[in-house]
């Protein structure tokens, strides 16, 4: 069982940068692709990035391309989202997300997800 808790949330301004983390609860965070998707209110859940399991790959959605960053440091067993220039329009709960494949961009391959972090942008 993987227990995925995100954290680095929180309140900015439009254009301002925030970093979230996702500690992971196993030893083996290296056998997992991992993700970050995002639901807006009334909206559903969509992907933002994805990272293979030893980071050599990574994938972004088209939205966001050039501005964010997905690293991990599987020997903190850890997850990281980079958040530059952010929009009012994704404020929304940031998920992170571990999947069995190498690395997945569909919301269907991530068999285990985080509580989610709250982040609001203002304009």
């Known amino acids: 069982q993987v227990q995925l808790v995100e954290s680095g949330g929180g309140l900015v301004q439009a254009g301002a940068s925030l970093r979230l983390s996702c500690a992971a609860s196993?030893?083996?965070?290296?056998?997992?692709?991992m993700g970050w998707f995002r639901q807006a209110p009334g909206k559903e859940r969509e992907f933002v990035a994805a990272?293979?399991?030893?980071?050599?790959?990574?994938f972004y959605s088209d939205s966001v391309k050039g501005r964010f960053t997905i690293s991990r440091d599987n020997a903190k067993n850890t997850v990281y989202l980079q958040m530059n220039n952010l929009k009012p329009e994704e404020t929304a709960i940031y998920y992170c997300?571990?999947?069995?494949?190498?690395?997945?961009?569909?919301?269907?391959?991530?068999?285990?997800w985080g509580q989610g972090t709250q982040v609001t942008v203002s304009s």
């Open positions: 997300a571990a999947s069995r494949q190498v690395i997945a961009i569909n919301r269907s391959a991530y068999g285990y």
């Open positions: 196993i030893r083996t965070l290296n056998i997992y692709g």
């Open positions: 990272i293979s399991r030893t980071g050599t790959d990574t």
